[in-house]
């Protein structure tokens, strides 16, 4: 597909999504929604070789937040319409946020890893996407927060639902109900992120991250993916026999035998995801 607002690069197992709006901070705009979420669909639908992917953000920010153009008239209704209007819900509203949506939670629901790499601001929406990531990696002097109360909104690009997943409800919280911005030492103190790099360390700690995934079974990590989702929303029994369904896919797979005869042989695997 052609893509304005962002470019993706597959290197092996490795690929790299670039938000490409530098000289507007990467903020998100209508097309820059409609893009994500048809990659996205593309992307899940058919993965490829793709193992891992890392999302940055081009130039000094991964995200800043929401272009304000979205709130001008003609964008409000592109929100709101589509093609697909109104199969999601029956107030247009609440249709097209869902829609919207979709533009991030593929990165939650792909059968790859995703990994975000953040730098200078993710703010709003920017935090929204990396939130939706497995995994995130900052930068020293990033500027983190939910800033929505600010112009009397809530994040409703999955911040109220993964947040509290990652920090905790209370501190969750806390950072919604006072938009408050925090650094990135804070960031890490909380867990909001996995690893806190210097900047100019960041996009090498991601790739060195996403390699050493791509390296490991794929059907594992996509069923231990699925698996460790699926505990936030079920009860614990519940979520041990998902847990063992996705065993019972590892278990006969090439993949398991190529692991043990490697191991038995000395030398690395090589998985084929089968």
């Not at 990467?26 to 979420?37: G, K, V």
């Not at 890490?188 to 360390?201: F, K, N, S, Y």
Request: charged share 25%.
């Amino acid at each position: 597909m052609t893509m304005h607002t962002l470019e993706l690069e597959i290197d092996g197992h490795v690929g790299r999504l670039t938000l490409n709006r530098p000289d507007k901070l990467n903020s998100f705009t209508i097309e820059m929604w409609r893009e994500l979420r048809e990659l996205g669909q593309g992307l899940v639908a058919d993965p490829g070789d793709l193992r891992a992917l890392i999302v940055i953000g081009a130039g000094r920010a991964f995200s800043s937040g929401i272009d304000t153009s979205v709130f001008a008239g003609g964008d409000q209704d592109s929100i709101a319409g589509g093609p697909d209007a109104g199969t999601r819900h029956a107030n247009p509203l609440v249709d097209g946020i869902m829609r919207t949506q979709e533009a991030f939670s593929w990165l939650e629901d792909a059968p790859f890893a995703t990994i975000a790499a953040a730098r200078g601001f993710a703010l709003g929406a920017g935090l929204q996407i990396a939130l939706a990531c497995d995994i995130r990696i900052f930068a020293r002097g990033i500027s983190v927060g939910l800033l929505e109360h600010k112009y009397g909104i809530i994040p409703d690009l999955g911040g109220t639902q993964r947040l509290p997943r990652i920090v905790g409800a209370g501190k969750a919280k806390e950072l919604i109900f006072t938009a408050a911005r925090i650094d990135g030492e804070e960031s890490h103190r909380i867990g909001l992120c996995e690893q806190l790099v210097a900047d100019e360390e960041l996009e090498e700690a991601a790739h060195k991250l996403a390699t050493r995934i791509a390296a490991q079974p794929p059907l594992a990590v996509r069923e231990a993916k699925r698996a460790v989702n699926a505990g936030f929303d079920v009860p614990i029994a519940v979520g041990l026999r998902i847990e063992a369904e996705a065993q019972s896919v590892c278990l006969p797979s090439n993949d398991m035998k190529e692991a043990i005869t490697a191991f038995i042989e000395g030398r690395d695997p090589v998985y084929r995801g089968e």
